[in-house]
């Protein structure tokens, strides 16, 4: 049987750490190996017990502004192995898109009002784990949205199963895993990317995380 997940989870609010740690705690897969409440404490313990994720809030001690981004930028240098949850109380295209700079590998955002939401940042913290990254569904709607009634963006030109796809892109799915939710091909799915990102300009350049980043990229504008 592999070794459960080993989580660290980094919140000021006693009441939603506890809430938190209760959630994942919960999981027979996951192991939360520890807690703490401040920024320099979150980067000391991370490198100092290395679990495979950390859990954490944006904003918290001692500047309550973008500690959790911070973290996770620091962490990519020092241990890039960890992987990151983001968890926020607002949607904020900001910190979503620094937190994937330069990369989405092993980065997940989640908007705090769903951490309750039946598995879903227990499925956060599996998708990151294992390399992946995990955009909350919501988040990814909200931005959509937003392109949407803007009517300028380029968003605008995408037809309605292009947009499905473009969403199911940036919450890190595979062409497969696609395919399968809207019962096509994959042929089709790949001819849905293609255009996409066709209508939006986007270049290959050969990055792993182009998908993912260049889509949220576009939704933020």
Same mark, same amino acid.
């Given at each position: 049987?592999?070794?459960?997940?080993?989580?660290?989870?980094?919140?000021?609010?006693?009441?939603?750490?506890?809430? @938190?740690?209760?959630?994942?705690? $919960?999981? !027979?897969? @996951? $192991?939360?190996?520890?807690?703490?409440?401040?920024?320099?404490?979150?980067?000391? =313990?991370?490198?100092?017990?290395? !679990?495979?994720?950390?859990?954490? $809030? @944006?904003?918290?001690?001692?500047?309550? /502004?973008?500690?959790?981004?911070?973290?996770?930028?620091?962490?990519?240098?020092?241990?890039?192995?960890?992987?990151?949850?983001?968890?926020?109380?607002?949607?904020?295209?900001?910190?979503?898109?620094?937190?994937?700079?330069?990369?989405? =590998?092993?980065?997940?955002?989640?908007? #705090?009002?769903?951490?309750?939401?039946?598995?879903?940042?227990?499925?956060?913290?599996?998708?990151?784990?294992?390399?992946? /990254?995990?955009?909350?569904?919501?988040?990814?709607?909200?931005?959509?949205?937003?392109?949407?009634?803007?009517?300028? /963006?380029?968003?605008?030109?995408?037809?309605?199963? =292009?947009?499905?796809?473009?969403?199911?892109?940036?919450?890190?799915? /595979?062409?497969?895993?696609?395919?399968?939710?809207?019962?096509?091909?994959?042929?089709?799915?790949? #001819?849905? @990317?293609?255009?996409?990102?066709? #209508?939006?300009?986007?270049?290959?350049?050969?990055?792993?995380?182009?998908?993912?980043?260049?889509?949220?990229?576009?939704?933020?504008?």
């Amino acid at each position: 049987m592999p070794e459960p997940l080993r989580v660290l989870i980094a919140e000021d609010n006693i009441l939603v750490r506890a809430g @938190i740690e209760a959630l994942l705690g $919960d999981e !027979p897969d @996951i $192991d939360v190996v520890g807690t703490c409440t401040r920024y320099d404490e979150l980067v000391r =313990e991370a490198l100092r017990v290395r !679990p495979d994720v950390v859990v954490t $809030d @944006i904003r918290m001690p001692p500047g309550f /502004s973008d500690e959790g981004v911070r973290a996770a930028a620091q962490l990519r240098e020092q241990a890039p192995a960890i992987g990151v949850v983001l968890l926020s109380q607002f949607l904020d295209p900001a910190y979503l898109l620094a937190l994937i700079e330069p990369s989405s =590998e092993r980065r997940g955002y989640l908007l #705090k009002d769903r951490v309750a939401t039946p598995g879903q940042l227990a499925t956060a913290v599996r998708t990151v784990a294992t390399g992946g /990254s995990y955009i909350d569904p919501l988040a990814v709607n909200t931005l959509v949205g937003a392109g949407r009634r803007r009517g300028a /963006s380029p968003l605008a030109d995408l037809t309605v199963r =292009e947009l499905e796809t473009l969403a199911e892109v940036a919450e890190g799915r /595979s062409n497969a895993a696609i395919a399968a939710r809207f019962r096509i091909s994959e042929r089709a799915v790949e #001819k849905h @990317i293609g255009s996409v990102f066709t #209508k939006l300009g986007i270049l290959e350049d050969g990055a792993h995380n182009r998908r993912v980043k260049a889509v949220l990229v576009y939704l933020s504008r």
